[in-house]
């Protein structure tokens, strides 16, 4: 039975799960499916790797949940004999320029989440990733005479589960809420549920805002992260209503399930120069 082709892991350690990939460089096959592992569940790490279709020879990841977990994931990899290198922010890569005051400020997750973004386009465009924090950065296009692009900058507020902890954990008489999601509550669960997706879609649509007094058209959105469900309905409707009051087509936020895989994707292929 012929061998498969070596492959290259990618690994996106985030604040509560590491989700994994991979990828096969010459053909540039991705996994069907990333394994997201929670941190209380990384002994599921090695199983995974052994199950593999093929030789992992390197591994290219983030980390943004600090040395214990790092040092778990890089102690699977050395068991499997797979070297990993840990990829952080830079002033420029992959054709973008990261203009944060302090390039190497950034954090990783959000500045390769950028590199994946603009795989799926070459127009401005808002990447709301809503994690343990929500993050909003905006992407410039590319132009007729450079395909150079910029990291304009972008904010970071709570997560939407986040948020629902704080007021649970930090009010005396709140609950942890699980209310439907309307215009006016009249009940604490509702109104707690409704707050915090109306906070998330109100910091999306003003970046939103702001992106096109920058650039004179309206960017692209893009959502990624496990808090979009809590509030995809939200934030679509206050983007659509937007879009209608300016006389603009609609245009609704597309899905990216993976951003940082794909950005630590195009990372490995330049790094092996493919």
């Known amino acids: 039975m012929m061998e498969r082709p070596p492959l290259t892991l990618l690994v996106d350690v985030g604040n509560s799960r590491v989700k994994l990939g991979w990828l096969r460089l010459k053909s540039g096959e991705r996994e069907a499916e990333p394994l997201a592992l929670p941190h209380a569940e990384l002994e599921g790490l090695q199983p995974w ?113 986040l948020m629902r902890q704080s007021l649970a954990k930090g009010t005396a008489r709140l609950p942890y809420a699980e209310g439907d999601i309307t215009a006016f509550p009249r009940h604490t669960h509702a109104a707690i549920s409704s707050g915090i997706a109306a906070a998330q879609a109100g910091a999306v649509l003003t970046q939103w805002r702001h992106a096109i007094d920058e650039f004179g058209v309206a960017p692209k959105v893009y959502c990624s992260g496990g808090g979009w469900p809590l509030v995809a309905e939200a934030v679509s409707n206050a983007l659509a209503r937007a879009r209608i009051d300016l006389g603009l087509n609609a245009d609704a936020p597309q899905w990216l399930g993976t951003p940082v895989l794909d950005g630590l994707a195009a990372m490995a292929k330049t790094m092996h120069r493919l």
């Open 49 to 161: 790797l052994a199950s593999l279709e093929g030789r992992p020879l390197a591994a290219v990841g983030v980390n943004v949940a600090g040395d214990e977990i790092a040092a778990v994931v890089e102690q699977a990899c050395s068991v499997s004999h797979i070297p990993l290198t840990w990829l952080t922010s830079v002033p420029q890569a992959s054709g973008i320029v990261n203009q944060y005051d302090a390039p190497t400020q950034l954090g990783a997750d959000r500045w390769i989440s950028l590199i994946g973004l603009s795989t799926h386009t070459e127009g401005p465009a808002l990447l709301a990733s809503f994690g343990t924090a929500t993050t909003i950065d905006l992407l410039s296009g590319a132009t007729a005479h450079s395909s150079q692009r910029r990291f304009e900058g972008g904010v970071i507020l709570p997560g939407p589960e």
